[in-house]
């Protein structure tokens, strides 16, 4: 059966909230999986990252497997020196700016989300580079993914719950909304800790804002499309951390993936978890990513 | 006369070449007319032919052809791309201009003579991550992201000794390219996969009480009041409503000039100035193309340019233009 992992979390969440969430997530929850660190904002990691050696260790303890993940975007020399000491002290690495495989010195890592690998070609290259598991990129469809997953020797991982990733910037958004800069941000994005809506002009929402990371305003659910993925050899599911009731989430996944119930019961029962914001699963059936599909040709 | 920065110039069409060549282009940069390209819209690009004609012309005048393959090859199809990579090749292209990890290392290996040089798509935004492609892939130049300063530029080129191509004028994106899928969540198509960001096919306007509404596929983009201008419903310059108040969150409707800063980023080591456009008319390459051409022969000649010249604001972006992330605030 295909594996559970946890993401890292995506938002600006105090040390004390991290902390009580990791707790639980490790005596809990049914995930194999924790990624742990800083990937939007590398001004965020002081924040809590002398809680993250005892974070590991709990989640170790109860047999997660624990990877470090690193910035989406790595740029100033402050950065570099910070990822390098993580990339020397982690056993594994979650890679989310290629620019990190330099500081790896040949280790093993896993691709994140945020790496462009959209074909075979660039899965082979980043196989010889020492990755060990690759993450679909959240644009791809269920047949690229199959495809992929068919041609790879490694693990293949897919994001099947949270708010996806859209983009990434230098600038900071959560700071504009503020008409502050990115320098002197005030840490105005740990006021939201499943950041800040963005609406249309008519009201409706369409997408949040989280510093310099955009993402989309539905939750990817992907649980009506779990068996397909599973049967074509995706060998783990991404659960991304909000502020809801996460070892719920992991443990509805993991009785679809198990069949302990199936699909439908399933998301009535994260329906109730995750309203008012709406279900989507686009790209993975070729459409608009904002778009929630159900009737579809497996 | 010393070149003072190449200037590489955008050849939408066949005509946009010969247009950009004519009005004093040092080089320019084309793409095949499917998604192998980055700006792969109707009526755009070439064809092995239009190409091999393209790069002919352009070479009897001292101009160099640089081939787009920057999208991101599909799974499963990625002949397509390896394709465009060995006809550019055969056509006599200067270089090819790629992003994705797989398609560098087939070029590498197949045509260890054509100049590879690192699209923007590919984002290389610090001296890691350009050393990363100089040593593994074996790239000339690097383009540099929209998403920079100018003294960054400067230390970037500086740490890593890269040939560098920096953006001059025409549309800003503000998110690091390559990586952002906003159009694809609304439309389905995206500037990564299938080379347009925000197609005209789902792009459309209606007259509502409150003004002009703006709308990419059922998403409102804007609403423009009588009194503003109305601009192209590109995502990342929308007009959305954050804490209730409408604002443009991420980037205003606004085009790139770095005229001013011409000076700054030749000091900082940057070798070439590329105007973006492949999209727009042949009006708007002539124009822009021959301002360029003659401000860059001043600075060559010790003159200083006398500002910008009036005609660009006329097909700049909303006709306004910032130094985007090459001045300090930016971020």
């Known amino acids: 059966m295909s594996k559970l992992t946890l993401g890292p979390v995506q938002f600006h969440w105090s040390a004390a909230q991290r902390r009580d969430f990791y707790a639980r997530m490790a005596d809990e929850s049914p995930i194999s999986c924790a990624y742990l660190g800083e990937v939007v904002c590398s001004k965020r990691l002081p924040w809590f990252e002398n809680d993250l050696t005892l974070i590991a260790e709990r989640l170790q303890r109860a047999g997660k497997q624990v990877v470090f993940s690193t910035p ?13 000491s993580i990339c020397q002290a982690a056993e594994l690495i979650e890679v989310n700016d290629l620019a990190c495989i330099s500081l790896l010195n040949g280790k093993e890592f ?3 989300p945020l790496v462009n690998v959209f074909n075979e070609g660039t899965l082979d290259v980043l196989i010889g580079m020492g990755a060990v598991r690759i993450n679909a990129p959240i644009e791809l469809s269920a047949p690229a993914i199959a495809t992929l997953a068919s041609k790879s020797r490694v693990e293949i991982e897919v994001f099947a719950f949270g708010r996806q990733p859209l983009a990434i910037s230098q600038r900071c958004y959560h700071a504009r909304s503020r008409d502050l800069h990115k320098d002197n941000c005030q840490f105005v994005c740990g006021e939201d800790v499943d950041g800040m809506e963005v609406a249309q002009l008519n009201g409706r929402p369409i997408l949040t804002i989280n510093g310099t990371q955009t993402l989309s305003y539905g939750h990817v659910t992907l649980l009506n499309e779990l068996a397909e993925l599973q049967a074509s050899e995706v060998t783990h599911f991404r659960l991304s951390p909000h502020a809801l009731d996460m070892v719920e989430i992991a443990t509805i996944y993991h009785a679809v993936l198990d069949g302990t119930f199936d699909a439908e019961e399933g998301l009535a029962k994260l329906q109730e978890i995750a309203a008012p914001i709406p279900f989507i699963n686009g790209y993975l059936h070729g459409h608009a990513g904002m778009e929630w599909l159900t009737n579809f040709a497996n | 006369m010393t070149r003072y920065l190449e200037l590489v110039c955008p050849a939408g069409n066949p005509v946009a070449l010969r247009v950009a060549v004519d009005a004093g282009a040092d080089s320019v940069y084309c793409g095949f007319r499917d998604c192998t390209n980055a700006r792969n819209y109707p009526g755009l690009n070439f064809d092995r032919q239009e190409l091999r004609a393209g790069i002919a012309y352009a070479h009897a005048r001292g101009c160099r052809v640089f081939v787009a393959v920057n999208t991101f090859p599909r799974a499963g199809k990625i002949g397509s791309w390896h394709r465009a990579i060995d006809d550019a090749a055969a056509c006599g292209a ?17 045509h260890p003579q054509l100049r590879r040089h690192l699209s923007v798509q590919a984002a290389a935004a610090s001296a890691l991550s350009i050393r990363f492609y100089m040593e593994k892939f074996d790239v000339s130049r690097v383009v540099l992201p929209r998403v920079l300063a100018v003294h960054e530029v400067s230390n970037l080129i500086g740490q890593t000794g890269v040939e560098a191509e920096v953006f001059g004028f025409g549309s800003l994106g503000t998110m690091v390219e390559g990586r952002c899928f906003l159009s694809s969540y609304m ?3 995206s500037p990564s996969s299938d080379g347009v960001c925000a197609p005209a096919e789902c792009v459309s306007y209606r007259e509502e009480a409150g003004g002009l509404v703006s709308c990419l596929s059922d998403v409102m983009i804007n609403c423009f009041g009588s009194d503003e201008p109305a601009a192209y419903p590109t995502p990342c310059k929308g007009r959305f409503l954050v804490r209730g108040r409408p604002r443009y969150i991420f980037e205003e409707p606004i085009g790139l000039n770095v005229i001013p800063l011409l000076s700054a980023l030749k000091a900082s080591g940057v070798t070439a100035l590329k105007i973006e456009g492949r999209q727009r008319g042949r009006n708007y390459v002539a124009t822009v193309v021959s301002a360029f051409r003659g401000i860059l022969d001043a600075l060559a000649d010790g003159r200083a340019p006398t500002g910008t010249p009036d005609v660009l604001r006329t097909v700049a972006e909303g006709q306004r233009e910032t130094f985007g992330a090459y001045a300090k605030g930016w971020r």
């Open chain 2, 187 to 189: 439309t389905g198509r």
């Open chain 1, 72 to 84: 989406a975007l790595i740029t100033t020399d402050r950065e570099v020196s910070m990822i390098a």
């Open chain 1, 110 to 112: 896993v691709s994140g």
């Open chain 2, 94 to 110: 200067d270089a090819v201009i790629v992003a994705d990890l797989g398609l560098l290392d087939y070029t590498m290996r197949q």
